[in-house]
């Protein structure tokens, strides 16, 4: 624990956190000790000193809406992560400036609901045969590891709506292994955004290796497609059909970066977040039981398809309370274009400015008893009761997510088709520790066994 004596007044509005204090714990423990700094700063905004990088940490939901939306100008997506992640992603989606406002403006079509409602049949099919290969491996084998298996379901589904299901499903393995490697590879990089890129640090092999991976399975892909295009929805025959910020037609490059960019974005983050999801539920029999009620009323025999999507209310609960208690956003970095005040604190230009999803999740002033999974918060009309912002997993302003939508009817649907016919039987007494990389996950695989209903 920190020294008492950095314990913030409840009115203080800037706390600084010196070096001897945090490094030590950060080094052993990041996100423990990110958590201890969340809650000793308790909602005022931090700063960390880190020794030669000092940044900036901003958790309660009206300095969050300063940072993402009244001021997002001043606060552009460039320094700590965005530099060493841009030689996976390149510079479009998940960059900034016009290249990413070019490559936003093309993307957005094919995640809007009315895109993702066309394609729900052929999502929940993909889904049901998934679940049906995992349903055969289950019996196969005693255990099951949960966030290879909800890897596996995910990286189906983007195959399908990202690539018209042009890989092959032992690339889509190897795709989703070197993405999951690239992101754990990169917490180093995260922490110490000072070391320049020629200096080594640990996990820089890993993630070049990763890098290459990504490209030995995505350049063809994109190559084939620009040279038999099909005229379909999927994102990659959308990109070669779009312009960049010049007008343009993209060059192989870019559509290579933007879909990298969303497979990194998409499919990590959503196989994490179904691995916490069975996590929560199964240290909650009496959520899981309501969850099975709702599945068997709504969905029944039937495959799970579009109808039943909107209907699956408490599925929404439930998933939206996972998202926050596991929030698989820990740090959304930013950094200040010119000098700012956030709420009285000066903000220095230059500064990075951390954005904690994670963190805001869990400030008892916003949320009570914050570290209950509790369903209920998500009730209709509660959200009336809190700020918009208390409650991100998905960002917000102009970068807020571009796949949230996907994400709610894909977990939905995923939800179903396995409840329908299973249970997943995750054991409660084995704790499941998080650690965080990129996301925050599991820091070991998690086991499960599937048992027919
Ligand atoms: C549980 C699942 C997901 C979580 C928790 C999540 C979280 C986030 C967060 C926090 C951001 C904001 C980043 C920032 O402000 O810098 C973001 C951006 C983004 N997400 Fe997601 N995401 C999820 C799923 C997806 C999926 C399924 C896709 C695509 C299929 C996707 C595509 C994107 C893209 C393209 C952006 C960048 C948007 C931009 O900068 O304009 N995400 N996501």
């Given at each position: 624990m920190l020294d008492s004596t950095e314990i913030p007044a409840r009115e203080s509005r800037l706390v600084t956190f010196p070096f001897h204090r945090i490094v030590p714990r950060l080094l052993r423990d990041p996100l423990a000790a990110f958590e201890d700094i969340g809650r000793r700063a308790d909602g005022s905004i931090a700063r960390l000193d880190l020794g030669p990088f000092r940044p900036y940490l901003v958790t309660r939901p009206e300095h969050v809406q300063h940072v993402l939306r009244d001021n997002a100008a001043n606060y552009p997506r460039r320094g700590m992560m965005w530099e060493p992640f841009s030689r996976l992603v390149g510079d479009g989606i998940a960059g900034e400036g016009e290249a990413w406002a070019a490559s936003r403006a093309t993307l957005?079509?094919?995640?809007?609901?009315?895109?993702?409602?066309?394609?729900?049949?052929?999502?929940?099919?993909?889904?049901?045969?998934?679940?049906?290969?995992?349903?055969?491996?289950?019996?196969r084998q005693q255990t099951l590891d949960l966030g290879l298996?909800?890897?596996?379901?995910?990286?189906?589904?983007?195959?399908?709506?990202?690539?018209?299901?042009?890989?092959?499903?032992?690339?889509?393995d190897r795709l989703g292994t070197a993405v999951s490697t690239a992101m754990m590879s990169f917490l180093w990089r995260m922490m110490m955004p000072f070391v320049p890129l020629t200096v080594p640090m640990p996990g820089d092999r890993a993630f070049r290796r990763s890098t290459r991976t990504v490209e030995e399975i995505l350049g063809p892909i994109v190559a084939e497609a620009r040279r038999s295009p099909t005229g379909g929805g999927d994102v990659?025959?959308?990109?070669?059909?779009?312009?960049?910020?010049?007008?343009?037609?993209?060059?192989?490059?870019?559509?290579?970066?933007?879909?990298?960019?969303?497979?990194?974005?998409?499919?990590?983050?959503?196989?994490?977040?179904?691995?916490?999801?069975?996590?929560?539920?199964?240290?909650?029999?009496?959520?899981?039981?309501?969850?099975?009620?709702?599945?068997?009323?709504?969905?029944?025999?039937?495959?799970?398809?579009?109808?039943?999507?909107?209907?699956?209310?408490?599925?929404?609960?439930?998933?939206?309370?996972?998202?926050?208690?596991?929030?698989?956003?820990?740090?959304?970095?930013?950094?200040?274009?010119?000098?700012?005040?956030?709420?009285?604190?000066?903000?220095?230009?230059?500064?990075?400015?951390?954005?904690?999803?994670?963190?805001?999740?869990?400030l008892p002033a916003v949320w009570e008893d914050p570290l209950t999974f509790d369903p209920e918060r998500f009730a209709p009309g509660r959200a009336r009761e809190r700020h918009p912002l208390a409650h991100l997993p998905f960002g917000a302003g102009v970068h807020e997510c571009l796949g949230q939508h996907f994400f709610m009817v894909e977990a939905a649907l995923i939800v179903a088709a396995v409840l329908r016919r299973f249970r997943p039987v995750v054991d409660p007494a084995v704790p499941v520790r998080a650690q965080a990389s990129l996301t925050v996950r599991p820091a070991r695989p998690v086991s499960f066994t599937l048992r027919p209903r």
């Open positions: 957005q079509p094919a995640f809007a609901g009315r895109h993702i409602t066309a394609l729900l049949d052929e999502m929940a099919a993909t889904v049901d045969e998934a679940v049906a290969d995992l349903a055969g491996r289950a019996a298996e909800m890897t596996r379901i995910v990286q189906r589904v983007l195959n399908l709506v990202f690539f018209g299901g042009r890989i092959r499903l032992e690339d889509a990659v025959s959308l990109l070669l059909r779009g312009t960049g910020a010049d007008g343009a037609p993209l060059s192989d490059r870019q559509v290579r970066d933007d879909i990298v960019g969303l497979w990194v974005a998409g499919s990590e983050s959503t196989a994490v977040a179904l691995t916490w999801l069975w996590v929560n539920l199964a240290a909650r029999p009496d959520v899981a039981d309501r969850l099975y009620r709702e599945i068997d009323e709504v969905v029944g025999t039937d495959a799970p398809g579009r109808d039943h999507v909107r209907q699956l209310r408490y599925t929404t609960m439930v998933l939206n309370e996972s998202l926050r208690i596991h929030s698989v956003g820990w740090v959304v970095p930013r950094t200040s274009a010119a000098e700012d005040v956030i709420d009285g604190v000066p903000m220095p230009a230059g500064a990075t400015v951390l954005v904690s999803p994670y963190l805001t999740h869990r």
